[in-house]
């Protein structure tokens, strides 16, 4: 399967972005989708997921601000991003996972001014 991400860009500190991810296949055939983010000189950290179930998880970081969604039936998932912070400045890629992700999008950038 091939995971399309979109949505990332610019913007200050406190606002929002929506990112996108769209696969080419069922989504529901992985047991969850996630979003991993990698900023500069550090090591990609996951940041949620979602289950075919719909539950969801966060890493602590993002807990509170960050919601990950999902649409079946259009083989898509989503982040959205509030109350950003500079340190959210990554390259954000979605992928789809069985125990341990699977496959991986292509990555999109997000910088947050302060």
């Excluded at 606002?15 to 500069?40: E, K, T």
């Excluded at 966060?58 to 998932?77: E, H, L, P, Q, W």
């Excluded at 400045?89 to 999008?105: E, H, S, T």
Aim: a positive charge; glycine letters at 12%.
């Amino acid at each position: 399967v091939q995971l399309q991400a979109c949505g990332g860009g610019l913007v200050q500190a406190g606002g929002s972005l929506r990112l996108s991810c769209a696969a080419s296949g069922s989504i529901s055939s992985f047991n969850a989708m996630g979003w991993y983010r990698q900023a500069p000189g550090n090591q990609r950290e996951w940041v949620a997921f979602i289950t075919t179930g719909g539950s969801t998880n966060y890493a602590d970081s993002v807990k509170g601000r960050f919601t990950i969604s999902r649409d079946n039936a259009k083989n898509t998932v989503y982040l959205q991003m509030n109350s950003l912070k500079p340190e959210d400045r990554a390259v954000y890629y979605c992928c789809a996972a069985n125990r341990n992700p699977l496959y991986w999008g292509q990555g999109t950038q997000v910088t947050v001014s302060s």
